[in-house]
């Protein structure tokens, strides 16, 4: 792989004797990785269940190896969201982020979600997950695969972070901020990353990095975590940028990650930074099978929360849900607890104790649960991905190898038997859409977007 020389010669005087080790990486084939999404399979449940080659990615444990002939993107289960495709390396910010069920989490640079779907795995559909990105175009990606791993808790944004700071101050327990660099760790992974290099240079990124920061430490409560990280290996973006947030926030500190699993320590002297700056991680792709990452986790002081987010009563009449309930009375087993919200005529449910966001870019304010239409409610695919067989009253529930599934997925018509009415189809007895039987034909509701080409 042909890098550019000025990279190459300042990597040359970073590394010194370990820069030879490092650049003949570049020459050896990059890993593929996949993490189980625990929402709906357990790790060891899945490797029985998939006839991959996996092997486990030693920092995350719900992430293993693939084989390249393995093609898990083309596979059902991929479909039924039981898995997310990942790069190895890209698994240890959400790792190492010690994310607790019914935390409020704000993931500030989202999409396309990889990190994410990792954080509202570890909620176990408790509390809330602020999805944030800027890019108009990018979030598309984020909410197809929030959506597809049936994350019911999730608030996805399109701010800015100071916009949403103005709103959210003190609110979150844990922040990532995945931040856009220049990508220096994903040459190997991805051609296009070298073109971007030059275009979105080092600098560049950097005034991004730090305008950003103090926005999430303002939205983090005392006492709360941030983990920052890149995938870069410029020494600016990451120590530097790091070094110069401390600098302006006394009240938060370096928590260090163990240096174990290949991590290596934070170099805080090509920059001339604090020493706690050693307990940050850089993953280097002659060391760990995997590109290369930095991460570094800060812990704001506790203390009292001086801006109390006012979370709003929200209220929809019964008379305006009563279509929703009587589609729930006849297809659904258990009762949706929480605040509906109605946008247009699509109704969701909002997780619990998110403030009022008026006025800022919502793209999801919570659960699509599906639309109000004339005298009927019409459930959403987001629903029938957020449920499992067992809460819904009828469904069709195929065996991997039934031709019916692939068919499923291009949108067909099945010509089957079951109960009158609305469906969950599933695969293995894990939900893949719905369906509507008339008259043993299985209408097809599948996303016409995420069907299989
Ligand atoms: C490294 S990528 C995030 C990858 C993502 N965390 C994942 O794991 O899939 C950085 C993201 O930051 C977004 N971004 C850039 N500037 C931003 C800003 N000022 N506020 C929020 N997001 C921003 C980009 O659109 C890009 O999607």
């Known amino acids: 792989m042909k890098l550019p020389v000025q990279f190459e010669e300042k990597m040359k005087n970073l590394l010194k004797e370990e820069f030879n080790q490092y650049v003949k990486s570049f020459?050896?084939?990059?890993h593929y990785g996949l993490r189980v999404n625990t929402l709906k399979i357990e790790p060891d449940q899945f490797k029985e269940r998939v006839d991959f080659q996996l092997s486990p990615v030693p920092w995350c444990k719900e992430g293993f190896y693939y084989s390249e002939e393995d093609k898990p993107a083309k596979h059902p289960y991929y479909y039924a969201g039981?898995?997310?495709?990942?790069?190895?390396?890209?698994?240890?910010?959400?790792?190492?982020?010690?994310?607790?069920?019914?935390?409020k989490v704000l993931d500030l640079c989202a999409a396309p979600g990889g990190k994410s779907t990792q954080l509202g795995a570890k909620?176990?559909?408790?509390?809330?997950?602020?999805?944030?990105?800027?890019?108009?175009?990018?979030?598309?990606?984020?909410?197809?695969?929030?959506?597809?791993?049936?994350?019911?808790?999730a608030v996805i944004t399109n701010?800015?972070?100071?916009?949403?700071?103005?709103?959210?101050?003190?609110?979150?327990?844990?922040?990532l901020v995945d931040a856009?660099?220049?990508?220096?760790?994903?040459?190997?992974?991805?051609?296009?990353?070298?073109?971007?290099?030059?275009?979105?240079?080092?600098?560049?990124?950097?005034?991004m990095q730090r305008n950003m920061l103090p926005y999430a430490a303002k939205m983090l409560?005392?006492?709360?975590?941030?983990?920052?990280?890149?995938?870069?290996?410029?020494?600016?973006?990451?120590?530097?940028?790091?070094?110069?947030?401390?600098?302006?926030?006394?009240?938060?500190?370096?928590?260090?990650?163990?240096h174990e699993n290949g991590f290596a320590p934070g170099r805080p002297e090509w920059i001339g930074g604090r020493e706690s700056l050693r307990g940050a991680v850089r993953l280097w792709p002659h060391k760990v099978k995997g590109e290369g990452h930095f991460l570094v986790l800060l812990h704001k002081?506790?203390?009292?929360?001086?801006?109390?987010?006012?979370?709003?009563?929200?209220e929809v009449s019964d008379k305006v849900l009563e279509d929703f309930y009587n589609f729930m009375k006849e297809n659904i087993n258990v009762k949706l607890e929480g605040d509906f919200k109605i946008?247009?005529?699509?109704?969701?449910?909002?997780?619990?104790?998110?403030?009022?966001?008026?006025?800022?870019?919502?793209?999801?304010?919570?659960?699509?649960?599906?639309s109000l239409k004339k005298n009927r409610f019409e459930p959403s695919h987001v629903m029938a991905m957020g449920l499992t067989k067992d809460m819904v009253k009828n469904s069709i529930d195929l065996p991997l190898e039934d031709p019916n599934v692939i068919r499923y997925l291009k949108g067909e018509t099945l010509q089957i038997e079951g109960h009158k009415g609305w469906n969950l189809v599933c695969v293995d007895g894990y939900p893949l859409g719905w369906g509507k039987m008339q008259q043993n034909m299985l209408k097809n509701k599948y996303y016409p977007s995420w069907r299989w080409m």
């Open 301 to 314: 002081k506790e203390g009292e929360i001086k801006n109390k987010v006012f979370i709003p009563k929200r």
């Open 123 to 153: 909620l176990k559909q408790e509390g809330v997950l602020f999805a944030n990105d800027i890019s108009a175009t990018r979030i598309k990606a984020l909410i197809k695969n929030i959506e597809m791993a049936g994350i019911r808790n």
């Open 221 to 258: 409560k005392p006492g709360g975590y941030m983990l920052y990280s890149t995938c870069t290996f410029s020494p600016e973006e990451n120590e530097g940028s790091i070094e110069e947030f401390l600098k302006n926030h006394p009240d938060f500190e370096v928590v260090p990650i163990p």
């Open 159 to 175: 701010e800015t972070p100071e916009r949403l700071s103005e709103r959210l101050e003190e609110y979150f327990d844990k922040i």
């Open 27 to 30: 020459e050896e084939k990059r």
């Open 82 to 103: 039981l898995y997310y495709i990942q790069e190895p390396s890209a698994m240890a910010p959400g790792a190492v982020l010690d994310v607790q069920p019914g935390d």
């Open 343 to 370: 946008h247009g005529d699509n109704l969701y449910l909002v997780p619990k104790d998110v403030p009022d966001l008026n006025g800022l870019r919502i793209i999801r304010s919570g659960w699509l649960l599906g």
């Open 180 to 207: 856009p660099c220049s990508g220096e760790g994903m040459f190997r992974k991805e051609p296009q990353a070298l073109k971007n290099w030059e275009s979105h240079g080092v600098e560049k990124c950097c005034s």
